[in-house]
């Protein structure tokens, strides 16, 4: 039993910066119900964004050969980087591509906006790996 006042106990500060992270999903095979996170997009109370992918090239070469998905991945977060680029709210970002969509949204605290969609990428993509978000 801990015998000192709760006001007295040591807590860690809050991260400086607070934000949420969407996780950004594909259905790479029409029809089926199997999606996969290809990217994370993470903002900040300020509007400012960072779009991360979660699957490196040499993932795409290995798992998905020459199906074209990273073109198609890439084309959609090019088209929602230019959506946050217009000053666009996150809700208002209709894809490119029947497919892709955007995940529920997770509030996080962090030291950086790098570091809050890192979380967002560890939790959400089973392809993520550091090298990934080079």
Not at 20 to 49: M, R
Not at 56 to 73: D, M
Not at 82 to 107: C, M, Y
């Amino acid at each position: 039993m801990i015998d000192k006042p709760i006001n007295a106990m040591i807590f860690p500060e809050m991260p400086p910066l607070s934000g949420e992270w969407y996780p950004v999903v594909i259905t790479p095979i029409t029809h089926s119900q199997e999606k996969v996170t290809v990217a994370v997009v993470a903002i900040d109370a300020s509007g400012n964004f960072l779009i991360k992918n979660a699957i490196s090239p040499e993932q795409y070469e290995q798992l998905f050969a020459k199906s074209g998905l990273q073109n198609i991945v890439s084309l959609c977060l090019s088209s929602l980087r230019s959506h946050f680029e217009r000053g666009a709210a996150i809700s208002d970002w209709n894809p490119p591509l029947t497919g892709v969509e955007l995940g529920k949204p997770h509030k996080a605290a962090d030291n950086s906006l790098d570091a809050i969609a890192n979380q967002g990428l560890r939790m959400s993509s089973f392809f993520y790996s550091i090298s990934a978000s080079k």
